[in-house]
């Protein structure tokens, strides 16, 4: 069976530079059946230096996990509410008392989105959308907070209608009483267009007269590219013909200096018999030339050089998401936080991609049951044959004294002098992998590039043939004398348990 090299990357803008350079964000969806905890989340987000999220929800654990972090989060009222807040001023003004002003400034919340694809998803909603965010933009005035944080709703493409060539765009006339309203407070409030941007969706409805290639950002000849007749501009990819798109759509309603942030874009990496091109290839090929295209401030040929920050869709694949195989599948981290597939980055400008091929590690999942940690951990320094003198009283691993601090540090030394191999991080179902290094002061665990860089070599941690210790409960002590008949049977049934 091809085994795929799951990996990682992302990416940090300077701060300096933020204001005036693209970014890219992370949505972070929660339809997952083993949701990891804020902390998880917070933790992965830092591993990876994404410093723009987007959250479905202003969930309070969430935003507790982000404090004192200096990510910048886009919060979202979700549809289920925007009725109630677009009817209330007084509601709405609840609402960012509670779910805003009591995170500020220690959560750096800079956005609120509120709904999502409203006019398209929720129709009956429109005549009270901006309204909704009306009241909510009074709220934050009302609090001191609407000059750090922008208040917009996201919109599908869909709303634009003869979207090629671009400069022949316009919104849905259906939609006038409400998006000339909704363009004149973002224009008065200094925000932005929010809008969801899938090539993916556009390739896939187009029977053929997309090509593949052209909706990937792969390269294309001069005579394959598109050109808008009317402009003379060229296009090389569907992501920037979408966004002229929506700016000339704008202009025809007699906006033009409104910004425009693509809040959601992605491709997914798996999908049914009738989703063909739904692969790992394909994602790949299209958030990593997405994150470059982004980065490199390239624009697009209506605003050259001019920001399109982006949101990836998204952080997780969301397992419990209704609908197609595909639906699952737009995440570029699997829950146990190990990357889905390798982003190609080279040459993606300020970009860092932290490359974590060899970097996973076996810890306690949370909410283990501690019998079974003990367990597993008197398996993994006895029969597992992991030296443990690293949680002797004394010892730099010591502390937290712990069962669930000292089988994480065993049950990864067991999983790196295994090599990583399939099956050495289960301890009957009470480990799980995790991108994140679990060191913590002078502990340092093994498979760490540590504090100097250093990998700690995982295969030399078998204690040697005279070991009497294992720095664990002395439920099993190893001497020549003590090894009977009846201690390697218990070693085989553990053996056949625990892994």
Same mark, same amino acid.
């Given at each position: ?12 803008? !300077? ?32 591993? +990876? ?12 654990? &969430? ?8 990510? +910048? ?7 289920? +509410? ?11 003004? *609840?609402?960012?008392?509670?779910? @805003? ?54 919109? /599908? ?5 003869? /979207?090629?060539?671009?400069? +022949?765009? =316009? =919104? ?6 409400? &998006? ?21 969706? $556009? ?9 593949? $290639?052209?909706?990937? =950002? ?6 394959? %590219?598109? @050109? ?14 979408? @966004? ?10 007699? =906006? ?27 994602? *790949? ?32 694949? %969301? ?16 829950? *146990? ?34 019998? &079974? ?12 044959? @992991? ?11 010591? %502390? ?25 991080? #289960? ?11 679990? /060191?913590?002061? !002078?502990?340092?665990?093994?498979? /760490? ?31 020549? #004398? ?11 049934? &553990? ?5």
């Amino acid at each position: 069976m091809a085994v795929t090299v799951l990996l990682l990357f992302l990416l940090a803008v !300077s701060a300096a530079s933020a204001d005036k350079d693209a970014f890219i964000g992370v949505n972070i969806g929660t339809d997952l059946s083993d949701m990891p905890s804020p902390t998880q989340v917070v933790a992965l987000l830092k591993a +990876q230096n994404i410093r723009h999220v987007r959250l479905y929800d202003a969930d309070r654990a &969430m935003l507790l996990a982000l404090a004192n972090t200096g990510i +910048q989060v886009t919060i979202s009222v979700p549809n289920d +509410q925007l009725l109630g807040i677009g009817q209330s001023n007084a509601t709405a003004a *609840n609402w960012v008392a509670r779910n @805003v002003a009591a995170h500020v400034p220690t959560t750096n919340i800079t956005a609120i989105a509120v709904g999502s694809e409203v006019l398209t998803v929720l129709p009956n909603a429109g005549p009270v959308l901006v309204s909704a965010l009306k009241f909510i933009h009074s709220a934050l005035v009302a609090a001191n907070l609407d000059d750090q944080i922008k208040v917009s709703t996201p919109h /599908s493409s869909s709303i634009i209608l003869d /979207s090629f060539p671009p400069s +022949q765009a =316009f =919104f849905n006339r259906s939609w006038d009483p409400v &998006m000339v309203p909704l363009l004149k407070f973002l224009q008065s409030t200094g925000s932005y267009l929010m809008l969801n941007v899938y090539p993916y969706y $556009d390739y896939m409805q187009s029977n053929g007269v997309i090509p593949l $290639d052209y909706a990937l =950002f792969r390269p294309l000849p001069p005579n394959k %590219e598109a @050109v808008d007749a009317n402009t003379l501009l060229h296009y090389t990819n569907v992501f920037d013909a979408i @966004v002229d798109a929506a700016y000339f759509a704008m202009s025809d309603l007699n =906006f033009t200096n409104i910004p425009l942030v693509v809040l959601e874009s992605g491709w997914p990496s798996k999908g049914d018999s009738s989703e063909s091109d739904a692969t790992i290839d394909n994602a *790949n090929t299209y958030n990593s030339n997405l994150i470059r295209h982004v980065l490199n401030n390239t624009g697009t040929p209506k605003h050259p050089g001019i920001a399109v920050s982006t949101y990836i869709y998204e952080l997780y694949n %969301e397992d419990l998401r209704p609908g197609s195989v595909s639906e699952k599948n737009w995440g570029l981290f699997n829950a *146990n936080g190990v990357p889905v597939y390798t982003l190609h980055l080279t040459g993606a400008g300020t970009v860092l991609a932290n490359d974590t091929t060899n970097q996973t590690f076996c810890v306690a999942k949370d909410g283990a049951d501690k019998k &079974m940690l003990q367990a597993a951990l008197d398996w993994a320094c006895g029969p597992g044959k @992991v030296d443990c003198s690293a949680l002797l009283q004394g010892q730099p691993c010591y %502390e937290p004294d712990n069962v669930i601090s000292h089988s994480t540090y065993a049950f990864n030394a067991y999983y790196q002098q295994m090599a990583k191999a399939p099956g050495t991080c #289960d301890f009957k179902g009470v480990a799980t992998i995790t991108t994140t290094d679990p /060191s913590h002061g !002078s502990c340092i665990f093994p498979g /760490s590039h540590g504090r100097n860089g250093t990998i700690t070599n995982g295969t030399s941690l078998a204690p040697s043939s005279n070991t009497t210790t294992s720095g664990c409960s002395p439920k099993y002590v190893y001497g020549g #004398d003590l090894v009977t008949s009846s201690v390697i049977f218990g070693v085989a049934l &553990m053996t056949a348990v625990f892994l």
